[in-house]
């Protein structure tokens, strides 16, 4: 059975290096199944770590964070004009985002429902271009701060290519700056303001502003030119289910894809599609380094491997949904040896356990 190991120790070293670089609060993005770590497990150990605050940005993980957090921050990053979003969001003492009039007169109404005033981010759309007032938007972002059911206790944006244009982030947080000055001119106090997200912490300076909201950094895997050592974290692993040996000219797999050109020893990995193993890019940011690197691979017909006893062995006959065959031969791999794959942990099925050791 396949299940995806994380290193706690090299998550404790991740997550007390970043606190260390943000020199300040950090809010711990747990989106995406904990970025593929598991919610429940990743959030634990920022909460272990000191972790105060999180975000996520679907309000079905609400129920979840619920359960295993006391009196921690938790930001919705979704501005939704969805009337049972919003009650989600307000019921459970969340902060949700305000990026549209509209989705504050939504909030507002729900808050009125409830007798109850709802805290809330007001978002600045600096050019990623989804949830966000744009800063010529400026009047409808104000008139927010006047609605009677809702309490602003902070303000944040997202960059859009800090990964690769540390000019281009600056400019955002310069363009953010400028406009929750002019907000702070017209309505006083607006709370805690935030932008920087992984790369933008690793990439750019004097991004860190009141809080950084980090997730994929915590894992290691997130494009940096940083010099900052982050432990690469995930492993997919599973025991080698069965080995058998084919004569030559023996085809393997679907449609025979393969053929074997000398006696060959095959090992059985139940690792396939279903788990993850090639169905999604290997770096977790899109980069055209990444992009024309894929092609160049694809030129050169270049195979995916399976690591066995800490050996490199390449697969052969393609990838199955539950199993795939790998190249031993000369090997003395036998049925139970431990066989790992490196990939994404947001290409790992959420159903794969995650287990930290």
């Given at each position: ?113 409830l007798e109850k005033k709802v ?24 008139k927010c701060y006047s609605l ?210």
């Amino acid at each position: 059975m396949s299940r995806y190991v994380i290193d706690k120790k090299g998550l404790g070293e991740n997550i007390e290096l970043i606190k260390e670089m943000a020199n300040g609060e950090v809010i711990g993005v747990v989106k995406g199944n904990g970025y593929g770590f598991g919610i429940k497990e990743f959030t634990l150990a920022l909460k272990e770590h000191g972790i105060k605050a999180f975000a996520v940005t679907e309000v079905s993980d609400i129920p979840v964070l619920k359960e295993i957090l006391d009196n921690e921050d938790i930001l919705v990053m979704r501005s939704t004009c969805v009337e049972s979003e919003a009650k989600i969001i307000a019921e459970n003492d969340c902060i949700a985002t305000i990026g549209s009039l509209a989705a504050a007169e939504m909030m507002n109404k729900i808050g009125a429902e409830l007798e109850k005033k709802v805290k809330c981010h007001l978002k600045i759309d600096t050019g990623m271009g989804r949830y966000g007032f744009l800063p010529s938007e400026i009047n409808d972002a104000i008139k927010c701060y006047s609605l009677p059911n809702l309490e602003f206790i902070g303000a944040y944006t997202h960059f859009s290519s800090a990964f690769r244009n540390s000019e281009l982030t600056g400019a955002q947080l310069v363009l953010f700056k400028d406009t929750m000055q002019q907000i702070k001119s017209e309505v006083g106090e607006v709370g805690t303001i935030h932008a920087a997200n992984s790369p933008a912490l690793l990439n750019v300076e004097g991004v860190c502003l009141d809080a950084v909201r980090i997730g994929s950094a915590f894992t290691g895997r997130v494009i940096t030119k940083s010099k900052a050592k982050l432990n690469r974290l995930g492993v997919l692993e599973a025991e080698v289910v069965d080995v058998k040996t084919v004569p030559a000219g023996y085809s393997i797999g679907y449609n025979g894809t393969y053929t074997t050109k000398r006696e060959t020893k095959i090992a059985i990995v139940p690792i396939g599609h279903y788990d993850g193993f090639g169905i999604g890019k290997e770096k977790e940011l899109y980069d055209f380094r990444y992009v024309l690197s894929v092609f160049k691979a694809f030129l050169k017909k270049k195979q995916m491997y399976v690591r066995i006893n800490g050996e490199f062995h390449y697969v052969i006959g393609g990838i199955g949904l539950s199993h795939t065959a790998v190249d031993i031969t000369g090997t003395d791999i036998k049925p139970g040896d431990l066989a790992t794959v490196d990939i994404s942990p947001l290409m790992v099925n959420p159903r794969i356990e995650r287990v930290y050791k």
